[in-house]
């Protein structure tokens, strides 16, 4: 099951939600999770290896994608902004370190 994470772009303010966990949302709908949250380039890539693999990917990548959805947000600028131990249980399941990408208090 999918658990969220509010995170925070402190250069521009922007409050977006982390997910990490499980993918139900993704394992049904397929490439058009990433087209839904933004990201056009990935859905492009999920579409193709959808079809080349005949859904074998889709499969795949419902155990993934949150994970590198977040840790494409981290790339991206933003930190975590949520409660001290959902923080802390994100940045466990992600494998990063809560001390750098945490939102100064």
Same mark, same amino acid.
């Given at each position: &099951?999918? /658990?969220?994470? &509010? &995170?925070?772009?402190? %250069?521009? @303010?922007?409050?977006? /939600?982390?997910? +990490? @966990?499980?993918?139900?949302? +993704? $394992?049904?709908?397929?490439?058009? !999770?990433? $087209?839904?949250?933004?990201?056009?380039? !990935?859905?492009?890539?999920?579409?193709?290896?959808?079809?080349?693999? #005949?859904?074998?990917?889709?499969?795949?990548? #419902?155990?993934? +994608?949150?994970?590198?959805?977040?840790?494409? $947000?981290?790339?991206? @600028? +933003?930190?975590?902004? =949520?409660?001290? %131990?959902?923080?802390?249980?994100?940045?466990?399941?992600?494998?990063? =370190?809560?001390?750098?990408?945490?939102?100064?208090?």
């Amino acid at each position: &099951m999918a /658990k969220t994470v &509010m &995170m925070k772009n402190n %250069e521009n @303010g922007i409050l977006r /939600k982390g997910f +990490y @966990g499980f993918s139900w949302t +993704y $394992l049904f709908f397929g490439w058009f !999770v990433p $087209l839904i949250r933004g990201e056009l380039g !990935v859905a492009v890539l999920h579409f193709f290896l959808a079809i080349f693999s #005949c859904g074998i990917a889709q499969l795949i990548f #419902c155990f993934l +994608y949150n994970k590198q959805f977040t840790q494409r $947000l981290l790339e991206k @600028g +933003y930190r975590f902004a =949520d409660r001290p %131990e959902v923080n802390s249980a994100a940045a466990v399941a992600i494998g990063v =370190d809560l001390s750098v990408n945490a939102v100064p208090a």
